[in-house]
């Protein structure tokens, strides 16, 4: 069974303090991994995707792969009471044809931002 | 930007009655999903579909089946709602299989079956 797994939480941190959230995958294959941000209530929103080993930066948002240990993180810097939500970490997984088609999502990681 | 939307956000059901929940996208993308959301549970993979017509169940088919007659719609049908199918309806759709799949969700349905 391919599976992502994440802390739920809840994480909390001061504002403008740096959140990490921290995601592993099952599968070696899976070649995207995703972000989501999902407030109360709402569907889950992309808000990174990364590729390949290393950082990929997005204004306070950065996301970090080591496919080696099969872990994904998502840093986001200066927080905000804004950024409270549930953070999703998605990762792809073949299809039946083959192709990298579906994805896996974690359960969640729920980040509160304390003014 | 791309846009899904979903037929209805709530929808009240009695147990027993036949449900539909549509799901249209428009930015011409070849992949679209159906997930349920419950709390403990995480996302939940019901059908998807990669091409007009195509269909290949997820996860947790059961009690559920799927309609794809034209690109941009794909439906969800519970053909006989039961209490356990009380919960939130997630449709998403996606450009290609392959990297660069990720997946935008319309707003979600939030379904109650008495």
């Known amino acids: 069974q391919k599976e992502v797994e994440q802390n739920s939480g809840p994480l909390s941190v001061p504002e403008g303090a740096i959140a990490s959230l921290n995601c592993t995958y099952s599968?070696?294959?899976?070649?995207?991994f995703f972000w989501y941000r999902q407030y109360s209530g709402k569907s889950p929103e992309l808000i990174m995707s990364?590729?390949?080993?290393g950082d990929k930066e997005d204004g306070r948002f950065t996301a970090q792969l080591n496919k080696a240990s099969q872990y994904v993180s998502l840093l986001i810097r200066d927080s905000q009471p804004s950024d409270s939500a549930t953070y999703l970490c998605?990762?792809?997984?073949?299809?039946?044809?083959?192709?990298?088609?579906?994805?896996?999502f974690g359960k969640g990681t729920k980040l509160s931002v304390k003014p | 930007d791309v846009k899904v939307t979903q037929s209805s956000r709530y929808l009240v059901k009695r147990t027993g009655e036949k449900v539909f929940l549509e799901c249209v996208q428009d930015?011409?993308?070849?992949?679209m999903f159906w997930y349920r959301q419950d709390p403990g549970l995480g996302l939940r993979l019901i059908y998807f579909?990669?091409?007009?017509?195509?269909?290949e169940k997820g996860d947790i088919p059961e009690g559920y089946s799927v309609s794809r007659e034209k690109k941009e719609r794909f439906s969800l049908i519970l053909e006989s709602a039961s209490t356990n199918q009380t919960s939130m309806y997630l449709c998403?759709?996606?450009?290609?299989?392959?990297?660069?799949?990720?997946?935008?969700f319309g707003p979600g349905t939030r379904l109650t079956v008495l």
């Open positions: 998403a759709s996606s450009l290609l299989a392959g990297a660069g799949n990720e997946q935008f």
């Open positions: 599968d070696r294959g899976s070649q995207s």
């Open positions: 990364i590729y390949s080993n």
């Open positions: 998605a990762v792809s997984t073949k299809n039946y044809g083959g192709s990298q088609g579906n994805l896996i």
């Open positions: 930015m011409d993308h070849e992949n």
């Open positions: 579909s990669y091409d007009v017509k195509m269909k």
